[in-house]
């Protein structure tokens, strides 16, 4: 583990994946254990798709197919570190088990957020954007 290089005067707010209020949730109607994540992984925080096994969860449609995710990969700490140099990981190594939420609040990670702290002035004040 790398050392310590900031201190932040607050908690952070949310991570990708964690429940962002107390509104009512919904998950995907599968059984207990029935959904695991597909090969290669599949991230946290993000949007999942039942495979064609009805089993593994990727943040991609099958192949072949232009469907509308099943539902958003929530984050219940199954997310494991597999290398000895990292410090954190939001993948959920493949075989384990996915929460698969239908309905919801959660944090996710926005890939564009320059153009959202440039429109908005409150939250260059509270110091979340860093361009």
């Known amino acids: 583990m790398a050392f310590q290089t900031q201190i932040n005067t607050q908690p952070a707010p949310g991570l990708p994946g964690d429940f962002a209020s107390l509104n009512p949730t919904a998950t995907f109607p599968a059984g207990e254990g029935a959904l695991v994540a597909a090969a ?11 495979q064609t096994d009805g089993r593994s969860v990727a943040n991609a449609p099958a192949s072949g197919t232009t469907t509308a995710p099943d539902g958003f990969v929530h984050r ?4 494991q570190i597999s290398s000895l140099f990292d410090e954190s990981s939001l993948t ?17 990670r926005c890939r564009n957020h320059r153009l959202r702290c440039r429109a908005d002035p409150f939250l260059r004040r509270l110091g979340w954007c860093c361009g």
Request: charged content about 5%.
């Open 76 to 79: 219940d700490l199954s997310g």
């Open 92 to 108: 959920i190594p493949q075989g384990f088990p996915v929460s698969l939420f239908t309905a919801g609040d959660f944090w996710a």
């Open 40 to 50: 290669g992984g599949c991230t946290i925080g993000a949007f999942g798709w039942v």
